[in-house]
């Protein structure tokens, strides 16, 4: 007897009428038309069931505290880093874990089951890393949230700031950030790639660092990064994110830059919903679109995902833990209209940054753990148009939150009654 059987169900690669077997928490098989007993039987009725979305970069510190003290007027990333500096004097231990559960409950109905959070490691206190470390321990039964040492104020610039890090790796953060266009010089942002890096080297740690997050085009912290993952041999354990500079950048520079990146197996992250309000800040018009060269990242082979980053904080007023989101903008932003595209924004929501977590036993394959999404659509491309409802979220065999199909009813003479907005 099977503990939950899908029957049915359209897997993201394109195979129809598959059907996932599941036991004791793991899928046991992945068959066309099979039929077994099982505790538990869902008649996915052709629609699509994909792996668990992936959030590869997000804040779940700042999470939820849109408009305290106050809201960001600007709009910029500057005045965000300045707001949050204004708000961490009054966040409490218990204040940051409310909000960080409630975000991971909206994670779960969502589909969303690993977030990579960065979370400051600025103050000596190491309040939110206390905090978040609490939140990883909670959420661990239904959601995989990784942590990495974020120092927000600079490694370099804020007095202690190395040590703070440091501090936090020992406490249990996983991974080692950073923030080079944020220290007072080039060479520093330079000098602060070098450092951490080697500490993550030594420590045998993975490394993702906001990198290059600016509009100018000499921000070239990226480089320094691709070139310090493969001098000490750290290929595809080093993840920069944003990259917005990239944006900016001469085409020539950029020729030699990717192959660069490739040659380091790089991860990238770009974060689509952020970017595209936060860049471009200083231009009248045209306005740079400030998110990173997705399509042309990806056709050099390295691993691209979309973040979320920010819900409701000090850098971004919209959200609510919908991956399909990012997806959504990402492609726009990207222009990434062509059928490969737009796959490859579900791919960067999805594989994609499961990659960069290293996430173990990801997948809907014999083996995998039994983490899957029903979602209404009947393929990746259209779970993107309608960032399509979560029938139903599934996290090791257990069925963890459901939704319904959205269904509009009609009063319309001579048409049907309801529209339910999928194309069949
Ligand atoms: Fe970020």
Not at 377 to 386: K, W
Not at 391 to 398: K, N, S
Request: proline share 6%.
């Amino acid at each position: 007897m099977l503990d939950l059987l899908i029957t049915h169900a359209t897997l993201p690669d394109g195979r129809q009428n598959m059907s996932i077997a599941v036991q004791g928490g793991r899928i046991a098989e992945v068959t066309e038309g099979l039929q077994a007993p099982a505790h538990e039987t869902v008649d996915a009725g052709g629609l699509l069931v994909s792996p668990p979305f992936v959030d590869a970069h997000f804040h779940m510190d700042s999470t939820l505290s849109y408009g305290q003290p106050r809201v960001n007027e600007s709009g910029t990333l500057l005045e965000g880093i300045a707001l949050w500096g204004e708000l961490k004097p009054t966040l409490t231990h218990d204040a940051i874990v409310q909000r960080a559960l409630q975000y991971c409950d909206m994670a779960v109905a969502r589909g969303l089951l690993a977030v990579r959070s960065h979370v400051d490691t600025s103050h000596p206190s190491l309040l939110p890393v206390e905090a978040l470390l609490d939140v990883k321990l909670r959420v661990a039964p239904y959601l995989d949230l990784q942590l990495v040492a974020f120092p927000q104020d600079g490694v370099l610039r804020a007095p202690g700031g190395l040590d703070n890090l440091k501090r936090a790796l020992e406490l249990g953060v996983d991974v080692v950030g950073g923030i080079p266009h944020f220290e007072r010089t080039m060479a520093q942002g330079a000098e602060s790639v070098k450092i951490l890096c080697e500490l993550a080297a030594e420590r045998g740690k993975r490394v993702d660092m906001h990198c290059d997050e600016s509009d100018d085009p000499h921000s070239r912290h990226v480089e320094t990064l691709a070139y310090e993952t493969q001098r000490l041999g750290l290929h595809g354990r080093v993840t920069g994110s944003h990259l917005t500079s990239m944006h900016s950048m001469d085409n020539y520079y950029v020729s030699k830059l990717i192959p660069l990146m490739a040659e380091a197996d790089l991860g990238v992250v770009a974060n689509p919903l952020i970017n595209i309000t936060l860049q471009g800040r200083h231009d009248t018009y045209p306005k740079r679109r400030g998110m990173t060269r997705v399509p042309e990242l990806m056709a050099a082979g390295l691993t691209v995902a979309f973040g979320h980053d920010c819900v409701l904080d000090p850098w971004y007023s919209g959200g609510s833990a919908d991956m399909l989101e990012a997806a959504h903008m990402g492609l726009h932003v990207g222009q990434m209209t062509s059928q490969a595209g737009m796959r490859q924004c579900f791919d960067a929501v999805t594989v994609n940054p499961a990659r960069l977590l290293g996430l173990e036993g990801y997948g809907i394959a014999p083996g995998c753990h039994a983490d899957f999404v029903l979602l209404h659509a009947s393929n990746p491309v259209e779970a993107i148009r309608l960032r399509a409802a979560r029938l139903g979220v599934w996290r090791r065999g257990r069925r963890v939150a459901s939704s319904p199909a959205p269904v509009a009813q009609l009063q319309l003479p001579g048409r049907p009654e309801s529209v339910n907005f999928t194309s069949n």
